[in-house]
C-alpha cells in the first residue's frame, strides 16, 4: 500500500515535471528560432561559402565530365573531344549569360584568364562546327596550353579548399600541387598578425587605463562613484562612428592636439598622429574602454575591504596584500573585461578604415574588401571562417588557462 | 577613499593617493574629451572638421 502510493507519487511529480519542462521548451522556442535565424544560419551560410563554389560544375558540367573521362597528366593538354564538349558548353553558357560568372571565377584563380575564356565564348558562339581544337588555338594561343586546363580541373569539384589555400597565402598551380604565393601577394598572414598585434596593444591599454579607474570607483562613495561613472558611460553611450570621427578632429593635422601643442610652442611641426597606428590604437582604446572598466568595476565592487584589513592586520605589506589578496579575487573581472576588448578588437573595421593608413588596417578590411570590391566572396568566407577559428581556438586556451568559472560580466 | 586619508597614512601612501586620483582623471579626460570636442563642429557650417571662428 506504501509503496503503491511512493509509485503513484513519483509518476504525478514526473509527469508534473514533464509538463512543466514542456512550457519551458514552447518558451524558449521563439528565442531559439530567433538565434539560429539570425545568427545560425548566416554563420554557416559563410562557411559554406569559403568551401563551397559550383560555378564550374554547374556551367561547364560536360568539360568536367570529359576531362574526367580523359583523366590525361596534368602537363599535356586535353584531347578533341573535351574541346568539344567546352565549345557546347560554352555555346549555352553564352546563351545563358553565365560565360561571364565563369570567366570572372577562372580569373581569380589565374588573372588573365577572363579574358582569354571571354574571347573563346565570343568566336564559340558565331561557330557551328568543329574541328574545335584548332578552332580553340586560334581564339588564343593558350588554349594550348595546360595552365587554362589545369585550373578548370581544380576547379572541378563544388567543394574544394581553394579560398582556404589563398586565405594561407598559397595556391594550387595548374599542376594540382600546392605552392606558396608569389612575394608580393603574400599578405593574409601578415594582416592575421597585424590584427593579432593591434587587438592585443589595444586590451594591454585598455588594462593598464582601465585597472586603476575601476579600482578608484570601486572604493569611492556611492554618491561619487556613481557620478564619475556617467563620464565612463557617456562615450560608451555615444556612437562608434561620432566617436572615430570625434578622434579624426582631436588628432589630424591642424586638430585640437596639434594647435594645442603649437600655440603652447612645444612643437613647430604638426605631429604625424592620424592615418598610421597610434591613431588607429588610441581611438579604439578609447571606444573599447569601457567595456573593460564595467566588468572590473562590477567584480571590484563586491571584494570585501575586510580582506585586505585582516591582510594588513595578519602583517602582509601593502604591495602583498594587494598581490596576493586582492588581486586575486579581480581575476574574474579581468578576465571578461580582457576577454570582451579582445575579441570585439579582433573583428574592428570603421575605425581602422577611417583613422589608419594603408598598413594599418585589419582582417576585417579584407573581407569587406573582397566582399564589395574584388567580388570574391568565397575568399572573404575562408577568411572570416579562420578569424572566427583563431577566436575559438583563443577562447579556449583562456578558458582552459582562466577555468570555466573564471569569467563575470557585468 | 574620498574622505580625508586616516591619521596613519604614510606620506608615500598620500603621494600614491594623489598619483592614483591623477591617473583617473587623466583617464576619465580621455574618456569624455574625445565626445565633448564634437560639439562645437554642430555649429559649423564648413564641409569640413574645422572648428568655427
Known amino acids: ?410 | 577613499m574620498s574622505a580625508a586619508l586616516p591619521l596613519y597614512t604614510t606620506p608615500l601612501q598620500r603621494i600614491g593617493h594623489w598619483i592614483l586620483w591623477i591617473f583617473c582623471a587623466t583617464v576619465l579626460i580621455f574618456l569624455i574629451a574625445p565626445v565633448l570636442v564634437v560639439v562645437p563642429l554642430a555649429f559649423n557650417n564648413e564641409p569640413y572638421f574645422h572648428f568655427p571662428r
Open chain 1, 1 to 410: 500500500m506504501v509503496a503503491d502510493s511512493t509509485t503513484a507519487l513519483g509518476q504525478r511529480l514526473r509527469k508534473a515535471e514533464r509538463r512543466g519542462h514542456f512550457w519551458a521548451y514552447v518558451l524558449i522556442a521563439p528565442l531559439f528560432l530567433f538565434v539560429a535565424l539570425s545568427f545560425i544560419v548566416p554563420l554557416g551560410t559563410v562557411l559554406l561559402n569559403s568551401v563551397y563554389d559550383p560555378i564550374i560544375p554547374d556551367n561547364l558540367s560536360r568539360t568536367v565530365r570529359a576531362l574526367d573521362a580523359w583523366n590525361g597528366p596534368r602537363d599535356q593538354v586535353p584531347p578533341e573531344p573535351v574541346f568539344a564538349a567546352l565549345a557546347q558548353d560554352l555555346k549555352i553558357a553564352v546563351q545563358e549569360q553565365k560565360a561571364g560568372a565563369i570567366a570572372n571565377r577562372l580569373n581569380i584563380e589565374e588573372s588573365g584568364l577572363r579574358t582569354i575564356f571571354m574571347r573563346a565564348a565570343r568566336r564559340v558562339a558565331a561557330q557551328e562546327e568543329g574541328p574545335w581544337a584548332p578552332f580553340f588555338e586560334a581564339a588564343d594561343p593558350a588554349w594550348a596550353q595546360p595552365l587554362i586546363w589545369g585550373n578548370i580541373r581544380n576547379l572541378a569539384e563544388p567543394t574544394h579548399s581553394l579560398f582556404f589555400l589563398s586565405a594561407l597565402d598559397s595556391r594550387r598551380l595548374a599542376d594540382a600541387s600546392v605552392a606558396p604565393q608569389p612575394e608580393d601577394q603574400r599578405i593574409h598572414i601578415t594582416i592575421y598578425l597585424r590584427t593579432l598585434g593591434v587587438a592585443l596593444t589595444v586590451t594591454l591599454a585598455c588594462l593598464a587605463l582601465g585597472f586603476p579607474l575601476a579600482y578608484l570607483l570601486a572604493h569611492l562613495r556611492d554618491k561619487t562613484a556613481n557620478l564619475l561613472l556617467i563620464l565612463v558611460l557617456l562615450p560608451f553611450w555615444t556612437s562608434l562612428l561620432v566617436r572615430t570621427t570625434a578622434w579624426m578632429v582631436v588628432l589630424q593635422k591642424e586638430g585640437v592636439i596639434n594647435s594645442l601643442l603649437q600655440a603652447v610652442g612645444l612643437i613647430t611641426e604638426p605631429l604625424p598622429l592620424v592615418f598610421n597606428r597610434f591613431g588607429v590604437v588610441a581611438a579604439m582604446t578609447h571606444i573599447l574602454l569601457p567595456f573593460m572598466i564595467l566588468p572590473m568595476y562590477s567584480v571590484m565592487r563586491q571584494i570585501p575591504a575586510s580582506y585586505v584589513r585582516a591582510a594588513r592586520s595578519l602583517g602582509a605589506s601593502p604591495s602583498t596584500a594587494f598581490l596576493r589578496v586582492y588581486l586575486p579575487q579581480c581575476i574574474p573581472g579581468i578576465g571578461a573585461g580582457a576577454l570582451l576588448v579582445f575579441i570585439l578588437a579582433l573583428g574592428y573595421y570603421i575605425t581602422p578604415a577611417l583613422l589608419g593608413g594603408s598598413t594599418d588596417q585589419m582582417i576585417s578590411y579584407f573581407v569587406a574588401d573582397n566582399m564589395g570590391r574584388s567580388l570574391n566572396w568565397g575568399l572573404a568566407s575562408a577568411l572570416a571562417a579562420i578569424l572566427l577559428a583563431a577566436v575559438l581556438v583563443l577562447y579556449a586556451i583562456y578558458d582552459r588557462i582562466a577555468g570555466p568559472g573564471n569569467l563575470k560580466l557585468g
